[in-house]
Structure formats: structure tokens, C-alpha cells
């Protein structure tokens, strides 16, 4: 009976110590339930508007509800006017090297920014040429990948995260058929200052509770934890 019991220890023991104690397993664990991942960020301006562009992948049916989908792919252009008054319907083109995706911005409900989803991924060695049109006159820029200066990548900024709030984690797991989903985002306020960004991972469960770090991508110092 003794031998069962120090058996049996030891089993929940190497379990605990597997799930929450380098990280290993945890990281495993969110890799398979990534929610969204950003790999890169285009930057450029025109005379009127500051542009971007992201991709990566991201859940088909896009909810946060600590249960992680079916994943596609993504490519987001934004468009912020120079002008914060301002008010109109832009018309979008992006060029990937030879292949053009247009259509009409949508409009952001909490600013002026206007983006919509060309539904593809780049690479970084990509060339990305965007042209935004209001009544019929034109501006264009050719865009410039940013992110391949980050000294931190996409799957790093994961690492790091999952590191630096593994005990949270442990928590944010705990509980009867409690699961988490992972979110790994470039941010940045173009408004404010562009070229300034951050690498912002997210998780959260299916009760609806959240951590995020955010990690600078030059250095992998974390600039902040919301637990």
C-alpha cells in the first residue's frame, strides 16, 4: 500500500512539475492554442494618411472565448488620416509583389482609422505597395517591413510571455474543463508616433479571465503584465 501511495505521488508530482515548471509543456500548450498570431508589420505614409500592414493567422470564427478554432490567414491594411476631423469612404489597393487585392476600408467604430482583411499572409521579403483612393484621386506608398528589425520574432515574444506569467497561468488553467486560448499581436499607436511597437500576448480562459504582457521587441525586456 505504501509503495502504491509514494507511486502515485510521484506521478502527480512529475505531472506538476512537467506542466509548471520550466515552462515547457505550458508553452506547448498555448502554441497549440494560438487564436491569433501577427509574424509581421509593414509601415508607410502618403501626404495624408499613415499606413500599415500585418499578417499572420488568426481563428475563422474570431471570438474571445478561451476555446481556440479554426485558423486562416490574414493580412490587415490600416489606413489612420493625417486629419483626426476627418470623414469619408476610402477605396483600398494593395499590391503582394504582382498581385493586387482592392476593395472599400471599413471603418473603425472607436476612431478614423479604416482597415479591412485582404485574407493573405506575406512574408517579410515581400513588396507591398498600398493605394488609397477618396473621390477618385489617388495616393500611393510602398511600404516597409518593419518588423525584420525586431531582434524578438513572433514565437519568441510567446516564450517570453508564457516565462514571465507561468504561475498566473497555472491558475488561469485551474479548474474543472477549463481551457485557455493565446492571442500574439504587434501594437502600436500610429497616431502618437509610428515606428513605435510592441509585441502583445494575451491569454485567456473560458471563464473570461485575462493576462497580457506586453514585451518590447528590441530588447524582450517586458514592459508590462496586466494579471
Known amino acids: 500500500m505504501k509503495n502504491i501511495f509514494f507511486g502515485l505521488l510521484g506521478v502527480v508530482l512529475a505531472c506538476t ?4 515548471g520550466c515552462g515547457q509543456t505550458m508553452l506547448n500548450y498555448f502554441e497549440n492554442n ?3 498570431i501577427r509574424h509581421n508589420i509593414f509601415e508607410g505614409q502618403t501626404t495624408d ?7 499572420g493567422q488568426r481563428e475563422a470564427n474570431y471570438v474571445l472565448d478561451g476555446i481556440s478554432g479554426k485558423k486562416t490567414n490574414f493580412g490587415i491594411v ?7 476631423a476627418f470623414a469619408g469612404s476610402l477605396e483600398y489597393e ?19 482609422t479604416q482597415s479591412a482583411d485582404i485574407g493573405t499572409t506575406v512574408s ?19 511600404l516597409v517591413c518593419v518588423s525584420s528589425g525586431f531582434v524578438i520574432n513572433s ?3 510567446l516564450q517570453l510571455a508564457v516565462a514571465a506569467v507561468e504561475p498566473q497561468l497555472n491558475t488561469l488553467l485551474s479548474g474543472d474543463k477549463t481551457t485557455a486560448e493565446c492571442y500574439v499581436k504587434i501594437i502600436s499607436d500610429p497616431e502618437k508616433a509610428i515606428g513605435v511597437h510592441y509585441w502583445f500576448v494575451s491569454f485567456i480562459n473560458t471563464q473570461g479571465a485575462e493576462l497580457s504582457v506586453i ?13
Request: proline letters at 4%.
Open 124 to 142: 517579410d521579403a515581400d513588396t507591398i505597395v498600398v493605394i488609397v483612393t477618396l473621390n477618385g484621386q489617388s495616393q500611393q506608398a510602398e
Open 215 to 227: 514585451i518590447d521587441p528590441s530588447s524582450g525586456n517586458i514592459a508590462a503584465k496586466k494579471l
Open 17 to 20: 512539475l512537467a506542466f509548471s
Open 49 to 55: 494618411y499613415l499606413i500599415t500592414f500585418t499578417s
Open 94 to 112: 494593395v499590391r503582394v509583389n504582382a498581385k493586387a487585392y482592392n476593395g472599400r476600408l471599413e471603418q473603425s467604430p472607436f476612431d478614423t
Open 155 to 157: 514565437t519568441k515574444a
Open 34 to 36: 494560438l487564436s491569433e
Open 78 to 84: 490600416s489606413v489612420f488620416p493625417k486629419n483626426l
